[in-house]
Protein backbone atom coordinates (compact mmCIF):
# COMPACT_ATOMS: atom_id res chain seq x y z
CA UNK A 1 0.00 0.00 0.00
CA UNK A 2 0.96 3.51 -0.06
CA UNK A 3 0.86 6.26 2.33
CA UNK A 4 0.00 9.86 2.00
CA UNK A 5 2.94 11.74 3.85
CA UNK A 6 3.79 15.12 3.53
CA UNK A 7 2.21 14.67 -0.39
CA UNK A 8 4.57 12.36 -0.98
CA UNK A 9 3.45 8.58 -1.40
CA UNK A 10 5.28 5.93 0.73
CA UNK A 11 5.23 2.72 0.44
CA UNK A 12 4.65 0.01 3.25
CA UNK A 13 3.54 -3.20 3.39
CA UNK A 14 0.75 -4.13 5.89
CA UNK A 15 2.32 -8.25 5.79
CA UNK A 16 -0.91 -9.17 3.29
CA UNK A 17 -3.60 -8.22 6.39
CA UNK A 18 -6.09 -5.11 6.37
CA UNK A 19 -5.67 -2.48 8.54
CA UNK A 20 -7.94 -2.52 11.36
CA UNK A 21 -8.38 0.03 13.99
CA UNK A 22 -9.45 -2.07 16.78
CA UNK A 23 -5.80 -4.10 16.54
CA UNK A 24 -2.92 -2.80 18.06
CA UNK A 25 0.19 -1.64 15.83
CA UNK A 26 3.31 -2.54 15.02
CA UNK A 27 5.67 0.19 12.50
CA UNK A 28 8.54 -1.36 11.48
CA UNK A 29 11.69 1.09 10.35
CA UNK A 30 14.48 -0.46 8.15
CA UNK A 31 18.43 0.61 8.40
CA UNK A 32 20.85 2.75 6.30
CA UNK A 33 20.37 1.79 2.44
CA UNK A 34 17.96 -0.98 3.14
CA UNK A 35 14.55 -1.19 2.74
CA UNK A 36 10.93 -2.82 4.28
CA UNK A 37 11.80 -6.14 3.07
CA UNK A 38 14.28 -7.02 5.98
CA UNK A 39 11.69 -7.22 8.24
CA UNK A 40 9.69 -9.87 6.27
CA UNK A 41 10.16 -12.94 8.23
CA UNK A 42 8.87 -10.90 11.64
CA UNK A 43 6.42 -8.64 10.29
CA UNK A 44 4.54 -11.45 8.71
CA UNK A 45 4.11 -12.90 12.28
CA UNK A 46 2.45 -10.90 13.40
CA UNK A 47 -0.12 -9.57 10.98
CA UNK A 48 -1.26 -13.23 10.92
CA UNK A 49 -1.77 -13.06 15.00
CA UNK A 50 -3.43 -10.24 15.90
CA UNK A 51 -1.61 -6.50 15.09
CA UNK A 52 -2.10 -4.34 12.41
CA UNK A 53 1.64 -3.99 10.97
CA UNK A 54 3.09 -1.09 8.71
CA UNK A 55 6.88 -1.98 7.28
CA UNK A 56 7.94 1.32 6.29
CA UNK A 57 10.46 2.33 3.00
CA UNK A 58 11.63 5.40 4.05
CA UNK A 59 11.38 8.18 1.88
CA UNK A 60 13.33 8.12 -1.47
CA UNK A 61 13.75 4.01 -0.59
CA UNK A 62 13.06 0.86 -1.76
CA UNK A 63 13.96 0.31 -5.53
CA UNK A 64 14.95 2.82 -7.41
CA UNK A 65 16.84 1.52 -10.18
CA UNK A 66 17.27 -1.56 -12.43
CA UNK A 67 14.71 -2.92 -14.91
CA UNK A 68 11.87 -1.27 -13.78
CA UNK A 69 10.54 -4.15 -11.53
CA UNK A 70 9.25 -3.49 -8.40
CA UNK A 71 9.52 0.31 -9.09
CA UNK A 72 6.10 1.02 -7.65
CA UNK A 73 7.60 -0.02 -3.97
CA UNK A 74 9.83 3.20 -4.33
CA UNK A 75 9.13 5.84 -1.75
CA UNK A 76 8.26 9.62 -3.43
CA UNK A 77 10.18 12.15 -1.32
CA UNK A 78 13.54 13.80 -0.55
CA UNK A 79 15.54 11.58 1.54
CA UNK A 80 15.89 12.54 5.73
CA UNK A 81 19.46 13.40 6.34
CA UNK A 82 19.51 13.55 9.90
CA UNK A 83 18.00 10.85 12.79
CA UNK A 84 16.32 13.93 14.13
CA UNK A 85 14.59 14.74 10.42
CA UNK A 86 13.57 10.60 10.41
CA UNK A 87 12.35 11.06 14.29
CA UNK A 88 10.12 13.87 13.63
CA UNK A 89 8.89 12.02 10.12
CA UNK A 90 7.54 8.98 11.61
CA UNK A 91 4.29 10.37 13.66
CA UNK A 92 3.29 12.06 10.54
CA UNK A 93 3.73 8.61 8.94
CA UNK A 94 1.57 7.25 12.34
CA UNK A 95 -0.99 9.84 11.55
CA UNK A 96 -1.39 9.23 7.56
CA UNK A 97 -2.11 5.00 8.58
CA UNK A 98 -4.47 5.82 11.00
CA UNK A 99 -2.02 5.01 14.38
CA UNK A 100 -2.59 6.70 17.16
CA UNK A 101 -0.21 5.18 19.57
CA UNK A 102 2.65 2.10 18.20
CA UNK A 103 4.83 -0.26 18.97
CA UNK A 104 7.89 0.89 16.93
CA UNK A 105 10.47 -1.11 15.89
CA UNK A 106 13.78 -0.23 14.30
CA UNK A 107 17.09 -1.73 12.97
CA UNK A 108 20.25 0.32 12.87
CA UNK A 109 19.73 3.49 11.69
CA UNK A 110 16.28 2.94 12.03
CA UNK A 111 16.85 2.47 15.56
CA UNK A 112 18.37 5.01 16.31
CA UNK A 113 15.49 7.13 14.36
CA UNK A 114 13.07 4.93 17.02
CA UNK A 115 14.93 5.72 19.54
CA UNK A 116 15.19 9.87 19.24
CA UNK A 117 11.48 9.28 18.21
CA UNK A 118 10.40 8.22 21.29
CA UNK A 119 12.47 10.67 22.74
CA UNK A 120 10.77 13.91 20.97
CA UNK A 121 7.54 12.25 20.83
CA UNK A 122 6.31 9.86 23.61
CA UNK A 123 2.82 10.45 23.86
CA UNK A 124 3.01 8.34 20.42
CA UNK A 125 4.66 5.21 21.81
CA UNK A 126 3.25 2.02 23.25
CA UNK A 127 6.64 0.37 23.33
CA UNK A 128 10.15 0.73 21.76
CA UNK A 129 12.37 -1.93 20.12
CA UNK A 130 15.66 -1.25 18.92
CA UNK A 131 17.99 -4.11 17.24
CA UNK A 132 21.18 -3.47 16.41
CA UNK A 133 21.90 -0.51 17.91
CA UNK A 134 24.77 1.88 20.07
CA UNK A 135 25.08 5.05 21.43
CA UNK A 136 27.34 6.61 18.41
CA UNK A 137 27.35 4.63 14.95
CA UNK A 138 31.02 6.43 13.25
CA UNK A 139 31.28 4.91 9.44
CA UNK A 140 34.59 4.56 8.14
CA UNK A 141 35.86 7.16 5.69
CA UNK A 142 36.90 4.66 3.26
CA UNK A 143 33.37 3.20 3.61
CA UNK A 144 31.58 6.94 3.29
CA UNK A 145 34.00 7.42 0.44
CA UNK A 146 32.77 4.60 -1.26
CA UNK A 147 29.24 5.12 -0.58
CA UNK A 148 29.23 9.07 -1.78
CA UNK A 149 30.86 7.63 -5.34
CA UNK A 150 28.02 4.69 -5.55
CA UNK A 151 30.54 2.16 -5.28
CA UNK A 152 29.98 -1.23 -5.13
CA UNK A 153 32.36 -1.30 -3.16
CA UNK A 154 30.12 0.37 -0.09
CA UNK A 155 27.50 -2.63 -0.65
CA UNK A 156 29.87 -5.23 -0.34
CA UNK A 157 31.80 -3.60 2.99
CA UNK A 158 28.40 -2.97 4.61
CA UNK A 159 27.31 -6.65 3.76
CA UNK A 160 30.18 -8.18 4.83
CA UNK A 161 30.53 -6.54 8.28
CA UNK A 162 27.13 -6.46 8.80
CA UNK A 163 26.97 -10.08 9.06
CA UNK A 164 28.27 -12.84 11.36
CA UNK A 165 29.92 -16.15 10.39
CA UNK A 166 26.89 -17.73 9.73
CA UNK A 167 25.72 -15.21 7.34
CA UNK A 168 29.31 -15.41 5.36
CA UNK A 169 28.85 -19.56 4.65
CA UNK A 170 25.27 -19.95 3.99
CA UNK A 171 22.71 -20.70 6.91
CA UNK A 172 19.90 -19.01 5.08
CA UNK A 173 16.17 -20.22 5.94
CA UNK A 174 15.08 -20.55 2.55
CA UNK A 175 17.08 -23.39 0.94
CA UNK A 176 18.98 -21.66 -1.92
CA UNK A 177 19.63 -18.17 -0.38
CA UNK A 178 22.41 -15.74 0.58
CA UNK A 179 22.00 -13.79 3.49
CA UNK A 180 25.05 -11.53 2.20
CA UNK A 181 23.40 -11.90 -1.39
CA UNK A 182 19.82 -10.86 -0.51
CA UNK A 183 21.63 -7.80 1.58
CA UNK A 184 23.73 -6.85 -1.50
CA UNK A 185 21.15 -7.07 -3.54
CA UNK A 186 18.81 -4.70 -1.43
CA UNK A 187 21.44 -2.02 -1.83
CA UNK A 188 22.10 -2.21 -4.96
CA UNK A 189 18.99 -2.06 -6.03
CA UNK A 190 18.45 1.32 -4.01
CA UNK A 191 18.63 5.06 -5.83
CA UNK A 192 22.06 6.28 -6.06
CA UNK A 193 23.68 7.85 -2.72
CA UNK A 194 20.87 6.11 -0.65
CA UNK A 195 23.46 5.01 1.23
CA UNK A 196 25.77 7.45 1.55
CA UNK A 197 23.04 9.66 2.88
CA UNK A 198 21.64 7.33 5.50
CA UNK A 199 25.53 6.43 6.85
CA UNK A 200 26.00 10.46 6.95
CA UNK A 201 23.15 10.19 9.55
CA UNK A 202 24.43 7.27 11.38
CA UNK A 203 28.22 9.23 11.54
CA UNK A 204 26.74 12.45 12.94
CA UNK A 205 24.10 11.22 15.48
CA UNK A 206 25.90 12.02 18.66
CA UNK A 207 23.60 12.26 21.33
CA UNK A 208 22.90 8.62 22.02
CA UNK A 209 23.09 8.01 25.76
CA UNK A 210 21.29 11.51 25.88
CA UNK A 211 18.53 10.67 23.92
CA UNK A 212 18.34 6.92 25.63
CA UNK A 213 17.89 8.55 29.29
CA UNK A 214 14.94 10.74 27.44
CA UNK A 215 12.61 7.29 26.42
CA UNK A 216 10.31 6.43 28.91
CA UNK A 217 8.29 4.07 27.46
CA UNK A 218 9.54 -0.12 27.87
CA UNK A 219 12.18 -0.55 25.76
CA UNK A 220 13.36 -3.87 24.48
CA UNK A 221 17.09 -3.65 22.75
CA UNK A 222 18.28 -6.78 20.86
CA UNK A 223 22.00 -7.32 20.38
CA UNK A 224 24.48 -9.60 18.33
CA UNK A 225 27.32 -11.03 20.11
CA UNK A 226 29.21 -11.31 17.13
CA UNK A 227 27.90 -7.35 15.90
CA UNK A 228 31.08 -5.58 14.30
CA UNK A 229 28.69 -2.78 13.86
CA UNK A 230 26.85 -2.26 16.53
CA UNK A 231 29.02 -4.82 19.24
CA UNK A 232 26.76 -5.73 22.18
CA UNK A 233 28.82 -3.85 24.48
CA UNK A 234 27.61 -0.91 23.27
CA UNK A 235 23.92 -1.81 23.36
CA UNK A 236 24.57 -2.69 26.88
CA UNK A 237 25.66 1.02 27.32
CA UNK A 238 22.80 2.56 26.22
CA UNK A 239 20.21 -0.17 27.94
CA UNK A 240 21.77 0.99 30.88
CA UNK A 241 21.19 5.06 30.18
CA UNK A 242 17.26 4.06 29.69
CA UNK A 243 15.02 4.13 32.76
CA UNK A 244 12.85 1.03 31.63
CA UNK A 245 14.66 -1.15 28.90
CA UNK A 246 15.74 -4.89 28.68
CA UNK A 247 18.84 -6.36 26.73
CA UNK A 248 18.99 -9.37 25.02
CA UNK A 249 21.82 -10.59 23.58
CA UNK A 250 21.90 -13.68 20.60
CA UNK A 251 24.61 -15.83 20.73
CA UNK A 252 26.54 -16.10 17.23
CA UNK A 253 24.99 -13.45 16.00
CA UNK A 254 26.17 -10.10 13.87
CA UNK A 255 24.27 -7.14 13.18
CA UNK A 256 21.44 -8.25 10.37
CA UNK A 257 19.71 -10.51 13.14
CA UNK A 258 16.23 -10.48 11.59
CA UNK A 259 17.92 -12.65 9.08
CA UNK A 260 20.54 -14.62 10.87
CA UNK A 261 18.67 -15.72 13.88
CA UNK A 262 14.76 -15.06 12.54
CA UNK A 263 13.14 -17.07 15.23
CA UNK A 264 15.16 -15.78 18.46
CA UNK A 265 14.25 -11.91 16.81
CA UNK A 266 10.75 -12.76 16.68
CA UNK A 267 10.73 -14.55 20.20
CA UNK A 268 11.99 -11.42 22.02
CA UNK A 269 9.84 -9.34 19.73
CA UNK A 270 6.72 -11.28 20.71
CA UNK A 271 7.98 -11.22 24.99
CA UNK A 272 8.91 -7.81 24.90
CA UNK A 273 5.21 -6.52 22.91
CA UNK A 274 2.74 -8.88 24.75
CA UNK A 275 3.94 -8.65 28.11
CA UNK A 276 5.10 -4.67 28.07
CA UNK A 277 2.71 -3.25 26.04
CA UNK A 278 -1.03 -3.11 25.73
Known sequence: MHLDVDRQQIYATTAGRAFDPAKRSLVFVH???MDQSVWVLQSRYFAFHGYNVVALNLPAHGPGRGNGAGHDALSQGSLLESIDAI???LPRAFDAAGIERANLIGHSMGALAAMACAARHPDRLETLSLLGVAPKMPVHPGLLEAAKNDDPLAFELVSSW??????????HRAPGLWMMGNALQVMARAAPRVLYSDLMACDAFQDGLETAAAVSC????????????TPAKAA???????PSARL???PDCGHMMMVEQPDATLDALIEHIEQRGG
Do not use: N, S, Y
Open 31 to 33: GAG
Open 87 to 89: ADW
Open 162 to 171: GHGPAGHFGG
Open 218 to 229: PTLIVAGRADRM
Open 236 to 242: AKLAEAM
Open 248 to 250: VVL
